[in-house]
């Protein structure tokens, strides 16, 4: 079997095409899930009565079922029960990566929030600052250089899993990939240049974590 560089090539501009739709996914969702994200680590965090059990429960379900599962239930099973809940694909995606990986940053911030020494929460507290300014001025400065790596880590793994959208019918890079292999029968190199365009992005985002860990290490 030889191996067709040159439908590599020739395929490379039909795949990246489609990247803005992979690229925007991944933007949308990750700001949806770290917003969901922070406000679930907040609630553990401070124990608050009622809610608490609540966030435990959406991490526990989030966590502990497949992605692709929530995207189908969210797809397909959502408008049946709730018919004006109907939405398209790429909306389907966005929600269902956003709230699946919340989950995950919501951990990861919890973990580096409590990760900052009680000491400087108190000390923070007798010099008459309340609790919210101590964590926005002293604890989250902290607990962001903490939770970058694995912060970073849930992005990448997000970007990886919008691979899944096109089983909701997104024309993404991994459904262009799918189309184009089924139509010259190329299979192995379709699938060998979408993963290339997966793992140069994520060897261009490995790069920015690394400038970003070393900026707030310096600044903190």
């Avoid at 108190?122 to 919210?132: K, N, V, W, Y």
């Avoid at 970073?152 to 262009?176: E, Q």
Wanted: proline letters at 3%; charged letters at 15%.
């Amino acid at each position: 079997m030889n191996f067709d560089f040159h439908y590599l090539y020739d395929r490379l501009p039909v795949i990246l095409n489609a990247l803005d739709i992979t690229l925007g996914m991944s933007i949308i969702a990750v700001l949806l899930s770290l917003g969901v994200g922070i406000v679930l680590a907040l609630i553990k965090v401070f124990q608050l009565k009622g809610l608490t059990q609540l966030a435990d429960f959406y991490i526990s379900f989030f966590r502990g079922t497949p992605l692709l599962v929530q995207l189908f239930l969210l797809y397909y099973g959502l408008p049946q029960l709730v018919p004006a809940a109907d939405m398209s694909g790429f909306a389907a995606a966005v929600i269902g990566l956003g709230l699946h990986f919340a989950a995950y940053m919501a951990e990861s911030i919890r973990a580096a929030i409590l990760s900052v020494e009680n000491a400087q929460r108190e000390a923070a507290l007798s010099i008459g600052m309340t609790e919210l300014q101590a964590m926005c001025r002293i604890i989250l400065p902290q607990a962001t250089r903490i939770a970058t790596p694995p912060l970073m880590n849930n992005f990448i793994d997000l970007l990886k899993s919008t691979s899944l959208a096109f089983t909701l019918g997104v024309a993404d890079i991994m459904a262009k990939a799918k189309l184009e292999a089924a139509s010259s029968f190329k299979y192995f190199e379709s699938f060998v240049l979408v993963a290339l365009v997966y793992w140069l992005i994520v060897v261009l985002l490995t790069r920015c974590q690394q400038a970003l860990e070393n900026h707030l290490n310096k600044a903190y």
